[in-house]
């Protein structure tokens, strides 16, 4: 029963991304947070392999495991990342997309060389908080350059793009088209933008990773 549902809506989900990206590569990340564990065996036994989690100790509950039951997921770090835990997050995660704040690039750059050879680095965005809200991740705009020349130059970090994520209260659209100009200015092409109320609207601008829970697996039973 369950299982239908989220195989419909994930299909339903990817037709409304193909047609508002017009045909160009839009990924669908789906958001796993606080969903039951069948849930997303579901949207595994469906086909999908993107995932995204927000939480680092919640995700090592569940993924460890269920990578190595289907072993070409690819886990998305979507929330913020405390450098304490960057070490269990490059264990686990194929993609950071939370990297906001010089600290944490030079603890990943650290983390990155003391795991040597066998150590596959994670693929990186930079949160942009677009709307500088107080209370959310993120580098301001402002400040944006700064971060990206100390990954790239000093660092050796590759940034594959920007991600943000919209004001609740505000028109999302001037979001996307902020974080696209910012993301083109810098020469990264990944944009992860466009959760399940805005999705289509982020398709449509450019997303290169849309980032979808609710519509997929439905309303979540905790808060978060
Ligand atoms: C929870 C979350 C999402 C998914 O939100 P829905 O509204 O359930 O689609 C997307 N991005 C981030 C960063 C999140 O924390």
């Known amino acids: ?58 995700a090592e509950t569940k993924w460890p495991d269920l990578k190595s039951r289907y072993p070409d997921i690819e886990l998305h770090l979507i929330g ?30 650290r983390a990155i060389k003391a795991g040597g050879t066998g150590l596959v680095a994670p693929r990186l965005f930079i949160q942009v908080n677009t709307g500088e809200e107080p209370q959310k991740g993120g580098v301001p705009p402002g400040e944006l350059p700064a971060l990206i020349t100390l990954c790239r130059d000093e660092l ?7 991600m943000c994520i919209p004001p609740t209260s505000e028109e999302p659209a001037l979001h996307f088209a902020l974080l696209a100009k910012l993301a083109g200015r810098h020469g990264c ?36």
């Open 1 to 58: 029963m369950v299982d239908q549902i989220i195989a419909e809506n994930l299909n339903t989900v990817r037709g409304q991304i193909a047609k508002a990206s017009g045909g160009t590569d839009c990924h669908l990340v789906a958001v796993s947070k606080v969903q039951p564990i069948e849930s997303v065996i579901a949207a595994l036994d469906a086909g999908h392999r993107i995932f995204g989690e927000n939480r680092v100790q919640e």
């Open 80 to 109: 913020s990342l405390q450098t304490n835990k960057v070490k269990l997050a490059l264990a686990l995660f194929d993609v950071i997309q939370s990297l906001d704040r010089p600290k944490l690039a030079r603890a990943i750059s």
């Open 156 to 162: 050796g970090l590759k940034i594959e793009g920007l």
């Open 189 to 224: 092409a990944g944009l992860s933008m466009g959760m399940s109320s805005d999705f289509e609207l982020a398709a449509e601008m450019g997303a290169s990773h849309v980032r979808v829970g609710t519509a997929i697996f439905g309303e979540r039973q905790t808060a978060l």
